[in-house]
C-alpha cells in the first residue's frame, strides 16, 4: 500500500512537526496510519511521532482505542485517545472486566455476554466496576436484552465499556503495571 509506506518517512515526521511546532498548537495528534495491515501498532513511527510533540501538550493518539494499544501509547507519551473500539464491542455484546480488584495492575479480559454461562448469572459485568451498569443490573439481565434485541442492552454495554476505559486511564495515571 503506497499511502502506509509514505506515512513511515521519518523526515516528513520532522518537517511536519517543526511545521506545526512553529505555528503553536494547544495540543498534536497523531493518526491515519498508526496500525499495519495486520492490525498491529506501528510502534516505532508511534513513538518517534510522540517524541517530536511538545510534552507539555496533550498528544493525541487517533483512532486507537483497543486496550493493549492504549497502554503502549501511553507508555509513549500519548494522554488522549478516541475509537469506536468501546462502543463497537459493546454492540458485538463483548465486554471488558479488570481481573482483579488491585489499582496497581491492569490485567484485564473480555467475554461475550450472549454466552450460554450467562443466562441465569446473577452478578454485575464485574464486580470491581461502580457503572450504572453494574451496579444496578445483572449479567442474565443482559444477557436477556441482547437474546430479546432491546437496545437497552447495547446502551447498558456501552456505558460499562466506557467506564472499563475510564478506570484503564486512572489506573495507568496512578502508574498501574500491565500484565498479559
Do not use: W
Amino acid at each position: 500500500m503506497q499511502l502506509f509506506k509514505e506515512a513511515v518517512f521519518f523526515d516528513l515526521r520532522d518537517k511536519c512537526a517543526d511545521a506545526l511546532k512553529e505555528i503553536g498548537f494547544d495540543g498534536y495528534g497523531f493518526g491515519g496510519f498508526p496500525v499495519n495491515g495486520q492490525g498491529e501498532l506501528v510502534e516505532d513511527i508511534l513513538a518517534y511521532t510522540a517524541s517530536l510533540m511538545p510534552n507539555e501538550t496533550p498528544k493525541y493518539a487517533m483512532g486507537l482505542g483497543k486496550p493493549d494499544g492504549v497502554v503502549s501509547c501511553y507508555k509513549m507519551g500519548y494522554n488522549l485517545f478516541d475509537c469506536v473500539i468501546p462502543t463497537r464491542e459493546a454492540r458485538h455484546n463483548r465486554l471488558y472486566v479488570f481481573d482483579e480488584e488491585s489499582d496497581d495492575t491492569l490485567k484485564y479480559r473480555h467475554y461475550y455476554i450472549l454466552d450460554e454461562e450467562h443466562i441465569r448469572e446473577k452478578t454485575p459485568i464485574s464486580k470491581q466496576c461502580d457503572c450504572l451498569t453494574c451496579r444496578n443490573y445483572t449479567r442474565a439481565y443482559l444477557y436477556h436484552l441482547y437474546k430479546v434485541g432491546d437496545s437497552l442492552g447495547y446502551r447498558l454495554a456501552t456505558i460499562h465499556n466506557l467506564r472499563f476505559y475510564t478506570q484503564l486511564m486512572e489506573k495507568l495515571q496512578r502508574g498501574a503495571v500491565y500484565e498479559y
